[in-house]
């Protein structure tokens, strides 16, 4: 470690001020993720009440995601600029006039503003809470953990969605879900102001309004292609449509390059630590989307649940993942970090090794046990690298670096759909001979032949897209195998090189040697 570093006083310890903070950062998060899941509970008695057709329907579930997507770049640089609090309230006091509109729109195009209103509110939420966190807590322990829990909100927001969801639309109508965001954010606006800290960049320069444009024109186009084919299958517009967005993005990084104060700094892939972070949770964002879209199908059309039932049994994975989220950073606090990364890679690559297995006559326990340990075990990269990536950026960067961990997991969602989601089919339609696109479709034709040759077609159509979902696995496997690896050997670098490539030595986590 260079003399710099060794003579640097030791970073503050969090009080209970910060810590007070953290839970304010954290009802926005709660929301934000209760926001997503509830939608798809409330989407046919909206579409019944509002008439809204297929297309109206899409835009309203996606153009949400869709924004955030796209503006995350955009906010988490104007936050660095504007301020990181007065973002977040301005975030708040948006999202909690879009969720009143929401709420009782009389007609689809009005509950499409709305909820694109949202998406640029939650833009504004994200990456402003884990840059505020960055700020309140120095001491990389406390970090760690103050992630951790951030983390686990989010996840808590995922978990409690359908149940807070189903609760409302059984009593009330179906504007009554959006509401949920009102009470949050008028709290959020009340105690921010008296528990979060103000922070801003000393000379942030202004913001480039043509990379703005460009960021937006390629992460828009590169998006919707990306869903549209996976919802669609291969087509002329949806490849059209990424092939234009990742041109666009080549001109953005271009212009990042020459300019003086860019949108983007592109500096902070120089930091090993930032670039492999980033990468790794891309990729873990892209395996754990495709098994949680495969395994949902599988649980429901191959073994047979209802879709309650389903739910129940992928409830497990979900609390394992907030569990592993408060084990990590303890580990971490004993251990080094790469092998408390490379720990919980490899329990989450046994989990996939035991999906790898399937068949139509698994048992459905052991199918959680895989989920759950794979959940367990992503937990801890995401956790930690996390911790890691904001150690390894300067503080007045903090919003931009959120921006991109962000983006890079909006990514890792949709490319995960789009390509492992359509390889499971891919190899579902090789089994059963290409006849059909579907299982539910195989099994609708199977339904309609009965007898023993429905029954044929109906077993050999499980049995394919149990062959679909034990391909993934076994990919997932390589990829947290592979993981493992970049974390026992990038990351697990001598203290001394990484200082000389981390700008924030003085509070990086301790990695280990």
């Known amino acids: 470690m260079n003399a710099r570093a060794a003579n640097a006083p030791a970073p503050a310890r969090a009080g209970r001020r910060e810590w007070l903070g953290l839970a304010v950062l954290a009802l926005p998060t709660l929301l934000v993720s209760i926001d997503i899941g509830v939608l798809y509970l409330a989407l046919p008695s909206l579409s019944r009440a509002l008439d809204a057709d297929g297309v109206q329907q899409l835009w309203i579930m996606d153009i949400y995601s869709f924004l955030i997507a796209g503006l995350l770049v955009t906010m988490g640089n104007l936050g660095d600029r504007i301020g990181r609090r007065r973002l977040l309230l301005i975030g708040a006091a948006l999202f909690g006039a879009a969720s009143l509109l929401a709420a009782f729109a009389p007609t689809p195009e009005l509950l499409i503003a709305a909820r694109a209103l949202l998406g640029i509110a939650a833009a504004t939420i994200s990456p402003s809470t884990m840059a505020l966190i960055r700020n309140l807590f120095t001491d990389p322990k406390q970090m760690g953990t103050a992630f951790g829990i951030w983390f686990a909100c989010f996840m808590g927001g995922a978990l409690l969605g359908p149940l807070v969801g189903g609760l409302l639309l059984e009593h009330f109508w179906w504007g009554s879900v959006f509401l949920l965001g009102i009470p949050v954010m008028i709290l959020l606006l009340v105690a921010a102001p008296f528990l979060l800290p103000e922070y801003k960049a000393a000379n942030p320069g202004r913001i480039d309004l043509p990379s703005v444009a460009l960021s937006l024109a390629a992460i828009l186009p590169a998006i919707w292609g990306i869903k549209e084919l996976a919802r669609s299958g291969p087509d002329i517009m949806p490849i059209a449509a990424i092939v234009l967005g990742v041109g666009l993005g080549v001109v953005f990084v271009r212009r990042q390059l020459r300019l003086t104060d860019p949108l983007l700094d592109l500096r902070l892939f120089a930091s090993q630590v930032f670039s492999t972070s980033i990468v790794m949770m891309l990729a873990g964002g892209v395996i754990m989307a495709a098994i949680s879209l495969v395994s949902a199908t599988y649980l429901q059309l191959v073994i047979g649940?209802?879709?309650?039932?389903?739910?129940?049994?992928l409830i497990p994975h979900n609390v394992v993942m907030i569990i592993g989220f408060q084990?990590?950073?303890?580990?971490?606090?004993?251990?080094?970090?790469?092998?408390?990364?490379?720990?919980?890679?490899g329990l989450g690559a046994i989990g996939f090794g035991v999906q790898v297995f399937v068949?139509?006559?698994?048992?459905?326990?052991?199918?959680?046990?895989?989920?759950?340990?794979?959940?367990?075990?992503?937990a801890f990269p995401m956790a930690l690298l996390t911790t890691l990536l904001m150690a390894a950026t300067p503080p007045d960067k903090a919003g931009a670096a959120a921006a991109v961990n962000e983006t890079a997991g909006e990514f890792g969602i949709a490319v995960g759909i789009a390509t492992l989601g359509t390889l499971a089919t891919l190899v579902f339609r090789l089994q059963v001979g290409g006849e059909f696109d579907s299982l539910a479709a195989a099994l609708e034709e199977a339904a309609a032949r009965g007898g023993e040759l429905g029954a044929q077609l109906a077993d050999a159509a499980r049995a394919g897209y149990s062959a679909g979902y034990a391909t993934v696995a076994g990919i997932g496997v390589a990829i947290f195998v592979g993981m493992a690896i970049v974390a026992l050997t990038v990351l697990r670098r001598p203290q001394k090189e990484l200082s000389q490539q981390t700008p924030v030595t003085e509070s990086s986590p301790s990695l280990g040697s």
């Open 305 to 313: 649940l209802s879709p309650l039932q389903a739910g129940l049994w």
């Open 327 to 345: 084990v990590a950073p303890l580990l971490a606090r004993k251990l080094p970090v790469p092998n408390v990364i490379a720990f919980g890679l």
């Open 359 to 378: 068949t139509p006559f698994t048992p459905v326990w052991l199918v959680a046990v895989g989920l759950s340990l794979a959940s367990f075990g992503m």
